[in-house]
C-alpha cells in the first residue's frame, strides 16, 4: 500500500514553466539536440568498446537489442538473446563482452538465465543458471575479471538472498553462501581501493563484501539521511569517492558523498540538488563534474505530471550545482543516460517512451578540442604508456572513464579516474593505475582536456584481461523457471481436522491456516518447519500456495518429496497422485514410501491459467503408528514468453478518509504497452457493485476524481482496461467518504511553494494573486541541517533571516473552525488569504532581514486554533515565514498540517 501523499492541483505543477538557467549561451548551459523516436524504449543502454550504443526494451520487448551508432545516428536490430533481458542486472567483462544476470517473468519475478553478449561479433552466449531467479540484479565487475551477481527476486517472487560469483576462467558459478542477506533492488555496487566491494545503497546501512571463500559481510557508515533513497542515483565520482543523489518516496534533494580512502569512511552530506527527484541519472563526465538528468518531483513510482526537465551539473572541487539547458522531454522510469566517446551524452527512454536526445555540454562550446593522434588499444597497470597529441603543451588534465551500462537510475559499469602524465616531444607519457582495485579490468574512454576544460574525443583503451573473445556455444537446454522453488513457505494444515471438499479450490478460504517454509514435516530433524504430530498420528496433512504466471505455459515439471503418499492438486484439478487411493481424510495412505522420496512428472499446459494459479497438496501418513512426515516441492514452467499487460493501483489504495466533493487524484502504474485507456469505476459497498466513473481515460496513469456527495466506509475504486476488461487493478483496503464536519485539508509531508533565496520576495506575496511561478516546489519536511528534510532549502552565508513557502487550497464549503499545527525552526507566521493568523518568535517583525526573537535548540510543534472566517469557497492560499534566530543558526525547519471544521 502506498502512502497517500496529497496530489491536488496537478494542473499547477504541470503550467509551470521549467526554471531556466539564467543563460541560453550553450558555452554556459549546453545544448541539447530535438527529441527524436526510436522503435524502442531504452530503458537497459551500454556503451560498447566499438562505441557504438547497444539498447534494449521494456516488458514483452525485452529481447529486441539494437544498435545505435552515434557517428551515423544508424539503427540497427541485434540478434536476440533468448530470453527475456528486461529488468536484468549487467556490466563489461575484461574483455570487453556484456555479462547479463536475470531477466523478467513478471513484477517482482526473475529468470535464472545468464548469458553474454560479443559486442565484436555480435554473437550471444548461455551460460549455465544461477542458484534461482534475479529481477532488478546489480552486476559488478571484480578486479579478478569475474563477475559479482547480487539481488533480485527469484521465480516465486521471494528475494534472492545468495550472491554468486561467475568465475570467468573456469566457466563456471561460485555461489557467496556466506554471504546471504536480503538486500533491496538493484543495489548500488562499486569495487573498492581495498578490493571488497561497496553496497552504497539504497538503504541508510551501507555495507562492505568481501567475496573470497563463501563470502562475507561487514557493515559500513550509515547515510545522514534518516530514510531510503529508493530509486536515488548513485556514482564513483573519482578513485575510492561515492556521490549519492536524491531519492525516496516522496522525493529529496538531499546529497551525499563518501570517501572510501580515508581510515574511518563516513558519509557527508553537502550543498543539496536544486530540485527534488527519483528515477533519475547521474553520470561522470570527462572533466570529473557529474551530471543529473531527468527523473521526477512527485510521489509514486513514476509520475509524468511532475517532471523534473531542470538539467542539473555537480563540481566535486566545489561541492556546488548548477543549472544547465532544461531536457525536451520527460524522462523519469526506465530512463536511461549514458556518456559518449566524443563527449556528448545519450538521454532515452522511460516507461513507454520511444524517444531520445542527445545532449552537449558547455565544455564543447569553448573552443577546439584537442586530438589523440595514436593510443595502444591496451595497456597493464602500472605501465607508462604513449599518447600522441599535437596538443601536448596545452593538456591539463587525463581522465578515463569506464564505459556505461545503465538501467533503473543506476550505471552498474561507470566510474572516472583522473590519470598522471608528463608532456614530451609531441606527445604525452600517462601512467596506466597501479592495480585492478581502483580500475577493475576492461575498457576505458581516455580523454585528454586542455585549460578550458575542452575535452578530445575519446580513444577506448582495455586494461588487464584478454583481447581475444571465444566463440558464442550452444544455450543450455531450457529447463523452464522455477514457478514454485524447493525451500518455498507454504500454508499448512496439521490439526487433524477434514477442511472439507473445497480445500483445493483457489476460491478456498485458508487465512487461519499455519505458515511455514519447507522442508515441512517432523521426525526426521530435518525439517525448517516442524508439524504437530498427533496420537495416533493424523492420517492427513493439507498444503496449499498460490503463484504466478505471466504468459501460457508450454511445458512443466513438478518434483514432489513426500513420505508416505502425496496428492497434488493443480486449480482444483488432481496432477499427481502416488500411494493414495482414497482421498477421504480418515484414510491412510497405500503403503510406505522412503524416507523423503523424491517423484516427478510432467503436467500439461493447458492446466494453468495465465495470471494466479493454486497448489493444493495433501500428504498422508501409511499407518497410525508412522514416526515421519515429509513434504516439499518445485514446479519448473516453461511459457511462451509473452509479457500480460497489467495495471497497478497506488493510489487511493486503502484506509484514506475522503470527503464528499473532494477532488482526488487516482494514480496507478501500466506494465505492458497494450493498455492505451482505462475506464474508471467506484463501489460504495466493498465491490458488491460498480458504477462507472468515467470510460475511455487516456492511460497516462492519473485521473483527477470528484469524491461523489455520498457517505460510506465501503469505497473501492478500480480501473480496467477498456480494451480488454480482465486487465484491472482495484483498491487493496477500502476507503472512507465522509461529510463529517472536522477534516484534514492539509497534511504533514505535502508540496509547498517555496522561495529560499534570501530576496525580499515584496509586501503582496502572502496574498492570493501574487505569482508564484518562478518559485520551487517540494514536499514537507522541508529546511536544512538536520538530516530529516525531504526537501532541503539553500543555506545561504550568511544565514537568510527568511525563507518563505506558499501553497493553494481549494475549499467548496463554508469553515467554521481552523486548527493549525506548524512544525518550525526558528520563529514562524502563517497567512490566510493575506491575513496573519498565527506567529510566534516574530517580535522583531515581519521584514525580510529581521531575524526571529526566539532561538529553538530543535524543530518544535506549535498549535493554535482560529476562526474560520478567514476562508473563502473556492481557492484560498496559505503563506508561511520562517525565521532564522540569528546568521549563525545551523538549521531550519518547517512542516505544516491544518484541519478545518466546516459551518
Not at 506494465?671 to 497516462?700: C, K, R
Not at 473556492?874 to 531550519?892: F, L, P, R, T, W
Request: net charge neutral.
Amino acid at each position: 500500500m502506498f502512502h497517500r501523499w496529497r496530489l491536488a492541483l496537478l494542473s499547477v505543477w504541470v503550467s509551470v514553466a521549467v526554471a531556466q538557467a539564467q543563460s541560453t549561451n550553450p558555452a554556459v548551459v549546453g545544448q541539447w539536440t530535438p527529441v527524436k523516436r526510436w522503435p524502442y524504449s531504452a530503458v537497459h543502454t551500454h556503451v560498447l568498446p566499438t562505441g557504438k550504443v547497444m539498447f534494449f526494451s521494456e516488458f514483452a520487448d525485452g529481447d529486441n537489442p539494437y544498435l545505435w551508432d552515434p557517428a551515423t545516428d544508424a539503427l540497427t536490430p541485434l540478434p536476440k538473446a533468448g530470453f527475456n533481458i528486461f529488468c536484468s542486472g549487467h556490466a563489461f567483462m575484461a574483455d570487453g563482452r556484456l555479462f547479463i544476470a536475470g531477466g523478467h517473468i513478471a513484477d517482482d519475478s526473475g529468470l535464472p538465465y545468464a548469458a553474454i553478449f560479443d559486442p565484436f561479433k555480435l554473437t550471444w552466449t548461455r551460460l549455465p543458471n544461477m542458484n534461482a531467479g534475479r529481477w532488478y540484479p546489480t552486476v559488478t565487475t571484480l578486479p579478478n575479471g569475474d563477475m559479482l551477481v547480487i539481488g533480485g527476486a527469484k521465480e516465486d517472487r521471494t528475494k534472492n538472498l545468495i550472491p554468486q560469483v561467475w568465475q570467468t576462467s573456469k566457466g563456471s558459478w561460485r555461489t557467496l553462501t556466506g554471504a546471504s542477506l536480503e538486500l533491496m533492488y538493484y543495489p548500488w555496487m562499486f569495487v573498492m581501493p581495498s578490493g571488497k566491494a561497496l553496497m552504497a545503497g539504497y538503504w541508510r546501512p551501507s555495507r562492505y563484501l568481501d567475496t573470497d571463500g563463501v563470502g562475507a559481510w561487514t557493515s559500513g557508515p550509515r547515510t545522514t539521511y534518516t530514510a531510503s533513497r529508493n530509486y536515488g542515483s548513485a556514482v564513483m565520482y573519482d578513485a575510492g569517492k561515492v556521490l549519492i543523489t536524491g531519492g525516496d518516496n516522496p522525493p529529496t534533494n538531499n546529497v551525499e558523498v563518501l570517501d572510501l580512502n580515508v581510515t574511518k569512511p563516513a558519509w557527508r552530506p553537502i550543498a543539496p540538488m536544486r530540485y527534488v527527484r527519483r528515477q533519475h541519472n547521474s553520470t561522470v563526465l570527462p572533466d570529473g563534474t557529474v551530471l543529473v538528468t531527468g527523473g521526477h518531483g512527485g510521489p509514486g513510482t513514476d509520475n509524468p505530471n511532475y517532471p523534473r526537465l531542470e538539467t542539473e551539473l555537480w563540481d566535486p572541487v566545489t561541492e556546488t550545482w548548477s543549472l544547465l539547458a532544461p531536457l525536451g522531454t520527460y524522462r523519469g522510469y526506465h530512463s536511461t543516460t549514458v556518456l559518449l566517446p566524443d563527449g556528448r551524452l545519450l538521454s532515452a527512454g522511460s516507461r513507454n517512451v520511444k524517444t531520445m536526445q542527445v545532449y552537449s555540454p558547455p565544455y564543447l562550446f569553448k573552443g577546439p578540442r584537442p586530438t589523440i593522434s595514436s593510443a595502444p588499444a591496451a595497456i597493464s597497470y602500472g605501465e607508462t604508456f604513449r599518447v600522441n597529441t599535437p596538443d601536448a603543451a596545452n593538456i591539463t588534465m587525463a581522465s578515463w572513464v569506464r564505459l556505461g551500462s545503465v538501467t533503473h537510475a543506476f550505471d552498474e559499469n561507470q566510474r572516472f579516474m583522473k590519470l598522471r602524465f608528463t608532456a614530451s616531444g609531441g606527445g604525452l607519457n600517462v601512467v596506466a593505475p597501479p592495480n585492478p582495485n581502483v580500475a577493475p579490468p576492461g575498457h576505458y574512454m581516455l580523454f585528454l582536456l586542455n585549460g578550458r576544460k575542452v575535452p578530445s574525443v575519446a580513444k577506448i583503451i582495455r586494461i588487464g584481461g584478454d583481447g581475444t573473445t571465444p566463440p558464442p556455444t550452444d544455450p543450455p537446454p531450457n529447463t523452464g523457471f522455477t514457478a514454485v522453488a524447493f525451500g518455498a513457505e507454504w500454508k499448512y494444515d496439521d490439526r487433524n481436522v477434514d477442511p472439507g471438499p473445497t480445500w483445493k479450490a483457489a476460491t478456498f478460504n485458508d487465512t487461519a491456516w499455519k505458515k511455514g517454509l519447507a522442508q515441512l514435516g517432523y521426525g526426521e530433524a530435518d525439517e525448517r518447519t516442524v508439524l504437530t504430530k498427533k496420537t495416533p498420528a493424523q492420517p492427513t496433512v493439507y498444503f496449499r500456495k498460490k503463484f504466478t504466471l505471466h504468459g501460457m505455459v508450454e511445458q512443466a515439471t513438478l518434483k514432489v518429496l513426500h513420505d508416505d503418499g502425496v496428492a497434488v492438486f493443480l486449480n482444483g484439478t488432481q496432477v499427481f497422485n502416488s500411494l493414495i487411493p482414497n482421498p477421504a481424510h480418515a484414510a491412510y495412505a497405500q503403503g510406505a514410501s522412503p524416507d523423503n522420496h523424491l517423484s516427478q512428472t510432467t503436467i500439461p499446459g493447458m492446466r494453468f491459467e495465465m495470471g494466479e494459479n493454486t497448489l493444493a497438496v495433501m500428504v498422508k501418513q501409511a499407518n497410525g503408528t508412522s514416526s515421519d512426515l515429509s513434504f516439499d516441492l518445485e514446479l519448473k514452467v516453461t511459457t511462451d514468453g509473452m509479457q500480460h499487460d497489467a495495471l497497478f493501483l497506488e493510489s487511493p489504495n486503502g484506509g484514506e478518509t475522503l470527503r464528499p466533493g473532494q477532488l482526488q487524484t487516482v494514480q496507478w502504474m501500466t506494465h505492458g504497452a497494450g493498455v492505451d485507456t482505462v475506464d474508471v469505476q467506484f463501489s460504495q459497498d466493498d465491490g458488491a457493485s460498480w458504477s462507472t466513473v468515467e470510460t475511455g481515460v487516456s492511460n497516462i496513469g492519473f485521473y483527477e476524481w470528484k469524491v461523489p456527495r455520498m457517505e460510506t466506509s465501503q469505497g473501492v475504486l478500480r480501473i480496467k482496461d477498456a480494451a480488454r476488461p480482465d486487465i484491472e487493478d482495484k483498491t487493496d483496503l477500502p476507503f472512507t467518504i465522509t461529510a463529517t464536519p472536522r477534516f484534514k485539508a492539509i497534511t504533514f509531508g505535502e508540496y509547498w511553494k517555496l522561495d529560499d533565496r534570501n530576496v525580499s520576495p515584496g509586501a503582496q506575496w502572502t496574498s492570493p494573486g501574487f505569482n508564484d511561478s518562478a518559485w520551487r516546489q517540494g514536499p514537507g519536511r522541508l529546511g536544512y541541517g538536520d538530516g530529516d528534510e525531504h526537501t532541503v532549502l539553500t543555506k545561504t552565508n550568511p544565514v537568510q533571516p527568511s525563507v518563505y513557502f506558499r501553497k493553494k487550497l481549494t475549499l467548496d464549503e463554508a469553515i467554521r473552525t481552523a486548527h493549525l499545527q506548524v512544525l518550525h525552526d526558528d520563529g514562524v507566521a502563517v497567512w490566510v488569504n493575506g491575513r496573519l493568523v498565527f506567529s510566534r518568535f516574530m517580535d522583531n517583525g515581519v521584514e525580510h532581514g529581521a531575524f526571529a526573537s526566539g532561538v529553538v535548540k530543535d524543530a518544535v510543534l506549535s498549535t493554535f486554533s482560529f476562526d474560520g472566517s478567514v476562508f473563502v469557497e473556492g481557492e484560498n492560499i496559505i503563506a508561511v515565514m520562517v525565521k532564522q534566530a540569528n546568521a549563525e543558526s545551523s538549521d531550519v525547519t518547517f512542516d505544516l498540517e491544518l484541519e478545518l471544521e466546516a459551518r
